[in-house]
């Protein structure tokens, strides 16, 4: 119950948007979309480099530092997207803010598509905040008929550790065109993507560049999620809105931050995907053993299972709380069934025997091993 | 000095253009002045003085030892919510708790949070005329409007309850009170403040008090928190940072301080909007606040000297202005020279590489008047001035 006028004043409000919340004190971390790890050493030194040249005391260029907005466009210009690095590439502060300002600027009034499942938690508020309707449909079945409307594409996709095969992304960009629909691609982890796995950005396919913003992020590079660093790039007509709210609501991102990510661009999949490989295989390996069905996953970062058989992924999270684990259920993102594990290093040791007990307390007893 | 403007410069009339709000007016003159090599930029409120070393020390230790990498809660790292409400309890006599607290990327994502949490569709928000424009998409955005209550110079641009109490409907559901002010660097005297509180508790309406320039009022100045007054904390959302205080714009932490039930609110709105603060950021701030504060001392001395070398200088100009009393920003009526403000700004970049702001970018009547930062040294405030006396020779009417 509310005791003063601000409480009262806000009493109903932002309730609904999030199931995730920090981790609670003392429960082990193996639920996050990013992996918590120590920011690599090259990082470090060019970011304190860069603070003893006073280059983050004061407010950073508004759309993000040249150099920084350069390698972003460098690395799109890699995969054949064409941006202009002056006026078509902002940083963001972290990529849930780039979501955030993505469709509060683009989904105005409009009806929100989103595949199921899918983070929609992370969609969510900025969809409601711009009058827009967020719905769900199955990439699989018929696709929605519509004119006008806004394509939110997370790829790969933290609600299943997958990213969207080329087929089904042509199918569809097809659609986008058809329907004249505008496109957010959230590409925001594909820097978690296993080397041997292949990302198709929407940006690329016949007549999507003009209508597609794609976010990244450096907070997927392992030990840079706390540095909060994305960015969005694409076509100027959609940049130009999400920019100036942007720039609205921060100003611009935190420049030391930003020299971080700079420094962090070098870094690749190869350089931590083989130890992360090890880690991801060593909850796969629980799974297998309690026969537990999962999808292989395409990041490193994380697996999602199918925890139907053993209650779903509410009971599963609420057994692993119990043994002091923090998992996260699918059913925040409309996959009631699965649970994400993610293979945190710093947490790893701990949380296996833990989820191996998890298993066994709910894998019906005739079925144990 | 020697000066040089671009060979492709805008005429007024495309930079007016360019200009849709007050907000865009000041980018846009902005980005012309970057373009000058020598420009003499007194146009942004960025401190040109460098962060203190003993705060780069602080986030450097945090990169070496690995705290910089652990992502901190929503609501901002727990010792650094604690140290804002010492402060708070201490240096303005706020009773607040750490749960009291949310630490945000920016002293403008506070605002911007805290409109949306707060505002509803068809609500009021009293905003004192004139205003730092940049607030105004976040009230749009919540689909609030302004009723801007103005505050005049022979006041010295104290906002004045009576003025308030003209302007309150069924609808106002807040008042937004910036003190010291920016643009005009006025601050709210004790005694409005007293009379505020008193029609907000009547009124039953919300005070978002934004006191980022708090620790520069200039004597007969006073800073009073108005949530520090008695039934004021229940009803007060105060807004601060750290840009400012400590000459630390880029790294981008400010914080909100009202009741739990609120913070908690808020919190969610932070988590939707962007998660958390950087954390390399915030342990730089947590120096900031917990460790020696006489650089903020030397910041206030700064700005009192460069006050002087301005004031004096546009005195010379045949400029007025209402006596400053806070901020590091000057107000000044150009009406003497027979130049409209955005005129006059326009001449002064062009001709002078001298980056003023017009008042209109901060409210539509403020035809006559320019605000001037503080943030060069001495001698390149001289040297300004001597520019724009070249200008004013060569223009005024």
Known sequence: MATTPLGRAVAERGKHWLHAADAPAGLLDMGGDTLAGITPDAVRDATIDALNKHLGDH????????????????????????????????????????????????????????????????YRAAVDFAGGTLTWFDPASALPDTNGGLLVLPNPNPATGQVVDHATLAHLAQWAVAADMSVIADETAAPLLRPDVALTHMATLPGMAERTLTLGSFAAIPGMGAWQVAWFAGARSLVT?????????????????????????????TDVAPQQIERLEAITALLDEAGVPYR??????????????????????????????????GSAWGAPNTVRITANAATLGDALPALEAVLADLTPKEAQP | MTTTTPNQFVSSDELRALASDGTKLRYALMELAAQIPDAIALGRGDPDLDTPPHIIAAAEAAIRDGRADMPAPAAGLP???????AKLRRDNGIPVDADGVLVTSGGQEALYLLIQALIDPGDEILVPDPRYTSYDEAIAQAGGTQVLVPTLPEDDFDLKPEAIAQLITPRTKALLL?????????????????????LAKQHNFIVISDEIYEKFIYPPGEHLSIASLPGMWERTITLNGFSKTYAMTGWRVGYVAAPPEF?????????????????????AALAAITGPQECVAEFHATYTRRRKVMLDGLTALGFSYSEPLGAFYVYANAASTGISAFELSYLLLREAQVLIFPGTSFGAKWVDWLRISLLQPEDVLQEALRRMAGVLERHRR
């Open chain 1, 59 to 122: 407010y950073a260029r508004r759309p993000g530092i040249a150099p920084l907005c350069r390698a972003v466009a460098d690395k799109l210009a890699e995969a054949d997207i064409a941006v202009d690095a002056d006026k078509d590439v902002v940083i963001a502060g972290g990529p849930q803010e780039a979501r955030f300002v993505a469709l509060r600027a683009l989904a105005a009034g409009k009806t929100v598509f989103v595949p199921q499942p899918a983070p929609v938690d992370s």
């Open chain 1, 241 to 269: 809105p999400v920019r100036d709210l942007k720039q609205a609501m921060t100003i611009c991102s935190p420049a030391a931050s930003q020299y971080a990510a700079l420094a962090g661009v070098a870094q690749t999949a």
């Open chain 1, 296 to 329: 292989e996953p395409h990041t490193f970062a994380y697996v999602v299972a199918d925890v139907a058989a053993l209650g779903g992924g509410d009971a599963f999270a609420a057994c692993a709380a119990h043994h002091g684990v923090q998992v996260a259920s």
């Open chain 2, 79 to 85: 010792a650094l919510r604690e140290a804002i409400a």
């Open chain 2, 178 to 198: 910036v003190t010291p002010s920016n643009p005009t660097a006025g601050i709210v005297s004790p005694e409005s403040l007293r009379g505020i509180a008193e």
């Open chain 2, 263 to 283: 913070i908690r609110v808020l919190t969610e709105f932070k988590r939707a909007a962007s998660d958390r603060t950087a954390a390399v950021s915030q342990y």
